[in-house]
């Protein structure tokens, strides 16, 4: 159980163009989704905490019209980089959580902005 | 401000060699403490919770123990498979979110 999926792996695209990432609890119901960001060999850094159907809220520095942010169900939450830049390559892994449980990860998006 | 602090950054052992991690925090309530694997590459893979000092748990070759400060990850016998970065996290009471440490880049040798 407790199974968490993102999609795409991995996706490379031009400066200037949007990209979204999604992450769906499989097997359960998550009340709470979390985004972070790992540079290589630091540790995550979290951007936002999302809760389904409400705004997501965002950690000081993370800039939200920047990384829109949707939380339409409790299966699925969705980031959005928009206007990417090189700065924003990173590998971008969210997690989820029932209530204040335990969170469990996704398998990370790993994004190259040319 | 919640802190997480792990120690050593990275360790090198050799297969069979016993070992410990340390996690020290500071919490302003501590409502969990939390031990994920890292492999390159991937997310974090959920180990361990624990939530008050005493706890102990166990999971195959690994130990996660827990005392007001800090809290160890005790690995035996390791093989290299065990090979992987060592995450810790804690989690406030009244907090959803968690804050990690910087983790332990753990390399197991044949």
């Known amino acids: 159980g407790a199974v968490v999926s993102q999609h795409p792996s991995w996706v490379i695209c031009k400066s200037g163009t949007s990209v979204k990432i999604e992450c769906r609890s499989l097997d359960f119901q998550a009340t709470t989704m979390f985004w972070y960001r790992q540079f290589p060999k630091q540790s995550l850094m979290l951007m936002a905490t999302?809760?389904?159907?409400?705004?997501?809220?965002?950690e000081q520095g993370v800039e939200k019209d920047k990384f829109l942010i949707n939380h339409a169900s409790l299966t699925l939450s969705t980031l959005t980089v928009t206007s990417a830049h090189p700065e924003d390559s990173s590998f971008y892994i969210c997690?989820?959580?029932?209530?204040?449980?335990?969170?469990?990860f996704g398998p990370g998006t790993r994004l190259l902005v040319l | 401000e919640d802190q997480v602090t792990q120690s050593p950054e990275a360790l090198r052992l050799q297969e069979g060699e016993s070992s410990s991690l340390n996690c020290s925090y500071t919490?302003?309530?501590?409502?969990?403490l939390f031990w994920y694997r890292q492999d390159p590459g991937k997310g974090p893979e959920f180990l361990f919770t624990?939530?008050?000092a005493g706890e102990e748990k166990e999971k195959e070759r690994l130990k996660a123990t827990l005392t007001k400060k800090e809290s160890f990850l005790h690995i035996t016998a390791p093989k290299p498979e065990d090979s992987a970065t060592y995450l810790c996290a804690v989690q406030a009471i009244g907090n959803n979110d968690m804050r990690f440490g910087a983790g332990t880049r753990l390399t197991v040798k044949p």
């Open positions: 999302s809760n389904e159907g409400s705004k997501a809220t965002y």
């Open positions: 624990l939530y008050s």
């Open positions: 919490v302003s309530g501590l409502r969990g």
């Open positions: 997690s989820a959580a029932l209530a204040a449980e335990t969170q469990y």
